[in-house]
């Protein structure tokens, strides 16, 4: 028993001294409680909902207010010409657009059927699904309550129902949500892995006091660092999309020099994070669960790759401006399932190379700071 308890004391000790392992035990499994539970949500809300009505009756408006009220839909402006729900759709400002009829309030007065247009973005096939399924329990209540109101008994069928139209994704099919964010998940992971493990590696076996007495300064090295699997990993991402278009049918409708593009920022970004994560630690151990901890959890939840960011808290909706993996999606769904140019998601690549040049700098200063303390 003395045995054992000195063990113990010692073991404790142990942990105390090494306060990283103590910060993992201690911060990760709180993390995961507060991640996990806001973000981890089936529940689609703040759904950007712009609106074309072509009545502007009072019935119009009581259709309208049903939506915004319902606490699933937002209010994103309203529209004049077709031509703008394009847009609208295709700069993300607007993940549904609400057609109303012109003569719509006359109409379901007199108990005429009548009906809406629904336009749903399908590049996120679940949230798509979910929104349609909100939209045609919404119209169907307030047909319910134009039933009641004209004292129609038995009527041959509802005086409201639904036209639904999905662009990008007419089918709704899993795949062409899915890979995107598989793309981006799997480039994430792989950069920022390979990197960091490669630099603690030498500081490991020693060769870093090497790369130190070198003339060779921290910019320099960092670039020769990353080019070699900066260009492993752009084979590895185009050879992924590659093989989603011809074992998933993913479409490729956009340019392939953007797309080139697209990819490229979001790997620099990717690789020079893993050198700034190598700066930080000391082994291959504690780079790895740093870089799954920083890489793979933001990548899966915060990105929109699976969970919809406008469900989320303000808290977290804040966190996911700094995930790059947010931008890159954009950017690849854009391309890919839209096929529409560079003017509709411009922001979402100078985010991408602002993210890229800021972990570049601040990876550079921390090994510069840390070869001089070093010698």
């Known amino acids: 028993m003395r045995k054992t308890l000195s063990i113990g004391v010692k073991e404790f000790r142990q942990i105390a001294r090494d306060r990283r392992t103590l910060l993992i ?3 990760v499994p709180a993390f995961f409680l507060l991640l996990y539970g806001y973000a981890l949500s089936f529940d689609i809300r703040n759904i950007p909902l712009a609106v074309e009505d072509n009545d502007r009756s009072s019935a119009s408006r009581e259709v309208i207010s049903a939506f915004v009220n319902s606490g699933y839909f937002d209010f994103a402006g309203d529209i004049t010409d077709d031509a703008e729900i394009v847009r609208m759709l295709d700069e993300g400002r607007a993940r549904a657009v609400l057609v109303i009829p012109s003569n719509f309030g006359r109409d379901v007065r007199s108990a005429r059927a009548t009906r809406v247009q629904l336009i749903v973005n399908g590049d996120n096939a679940n949230t798509a699904t979910t929104v349609v399924g909100y939209a045609v329990g919404l119209v169907n209540a307030v047909s319910a309550r134009y039933e009641v109101e004209a004292r129609v008994a038995s009527p041959a069928g509802p005086v409201l129902t639904t036209e639904t139209r999905v662009w990008y994704n007419p089918e ?3 795949t062409l949500f899915l890979v995107p964010g598989l793309i981006a998940y799997i480039a994430m992971l792989t950069a920022v892995v390979s990197t960091a493990l490669s630099i603690v590696r030498e500081k490991e076996v020693g060769t870093m006091e090497q790369v130190r007495m070198s003339p060779v300064g921290p910019l320099a090295y960092v670039v020769g660092k990353t080019v070699p699997y900066f ?3 752009l084979v590895s991402a185009l050879g992924i ?10 479409p490729v409708r956009g340019s392939w020099w953007l797309l080139l593009l697209s990819v490229s920022l979001f790997l620099v970004g990717a690789l020079a994070f893993g050198v700034l994560i190598s700066t ?3 082994t291959q151990q504690v780079a790895f669960q740093v870089a799954l901890l920083t890489s793979y959890l933001p990548t899966l939840m915060l990105s929109g790759f699976i969970f919809p960011i406008s469900s989320m808290p303000a808290a977290l909706r804040a966190i996911t401006y700094g995930v790059p993996a947010r931008y890159f999606l954009r950017a690849l769904r ?3 399932l839209k096929g529409v140019g560079i003017e509709m998601f411009w922001r979402d690549l ?3 190379a602002v993210f890229a ?3 570049l700098a601040l990876s550079s200063l921390r090994l510069r700071r840390e070869w001089k303390l070093s010698r």
């Open 172 to 174: 709704l099919r899993s």
């Open 241 to 250: 999309i590659v093989v989603s278009m011809l074992l998933f049918d993913l």
């Open 334 to 336: 854009a391309i890919l």
């Open 357 to 359: 040049t800021l972990v």
């Open 350 to 352: 100078v985010a991408l």
């Open 25 to 27: 035990l201690l911060f």
């Open 231 to 233: 260009l492993v990993s």
């Open 280 to 282: 930080l630690a000391e």
